[in-house]
């Protein structure tokens, strides 16, 4: 919470000298730097748009909106989650922009390692070191703790309050893509939990955005 935190990695220093800070601080220009490719490739897609445009219609505008009337946090929610779990032929979204052509090996890689390892949940904010990290508990997984790099000051959250993301690896780190909540109470994330009983039951971005903004029945209707 103050610059003068002990860094999370062991080393001693504190979070403005260490290492691992600053590297903490790469990962997450690094990131926006790979959204951005397969953003654009997906941009150029009819087919994405039109899975995206679906979803939209379907579960989010009224009648007479169209995407503008739409919150950022929400059209951006719907596309990232999209990103990862649509099924085209078989494959996903993300999957197929990394198979395209002059994609270099070692991208694929670490695009592979977003699809492997991603983990997306509703977390309940533990820590938090202002303009740095958060610390995360996944409330689906025995609390299973993350320290995740973001420039907190511009998300709204606060210890205690609980945030629905996804989170994927870089650089040894974990960052936040795919965010749809940010500052809700426990005891909204604790009701939404109930749709998932079953502690290894499927669950998806998709799902978890229409039970939070009341698209679909507990019973996914």
Not at 99 to 115: G, L, M
Request: with cysteine; net charge neutral; proline share 3%.
């Amino acid at each position: 919470m103050n610059k003068g935190k002990k860094c999370w990695c062991g080393s001693g220093k504190t979070c403005d000298t260490c290492l691992k800070s600053v590297e903490g601080k790469f990962s997450v220009f690094l990131k926006e730097e790979y959204i951005a490719k397969y953003i654009r490739y997906l941009s150029a897609q009819i087919w994405f748009k039109d899975l995206t445009v679906e979803e939209l219609d379907k579960y989010y505008l009224k009648k007479g909106d169209d995407e503008f009337n739409l919150e950022s946090q929400v059209f951006e929610g719907v596309v990232e989650n999209l990103v990862f779990e649509a099924d085209i032929y078989g494959s996903t979204p993300l999957k197929l922009f990394f198979e395209s052509p002059k994609i270099p090996s070692h991208e694929i890689e670490f695009y592979k390692k977003w699809v492997n390892e991603n983990v997306l949940s509703i977390f309940e904010v533990v820590d938090v070191d202002l303009g740095t990290s958060i610390t995360l508990a996944d409330l689906r997984a025995k609390r299973k703790r993350y320290i995740v790099f973001e420039p907190t000051q511009d998300m709204n959250i606060r210890v205690g309050h609980c945030i629905c993301c996804r989170l994927v690896p870089i650089k040894g780190h974990y960052v936040v893509v795919g965010g749809f909540a940010e500052g809700m109470p426990k005891h909204i994330a604790q009701k939404i939990l109930k749709n998932f009983r079953v502690e290894k039951e499927q669950i998806t971005g998709t799902r978890l955005m229409r039970l939070m903004y009341g698209k679909e029945t507990e019973e996914g209707g």
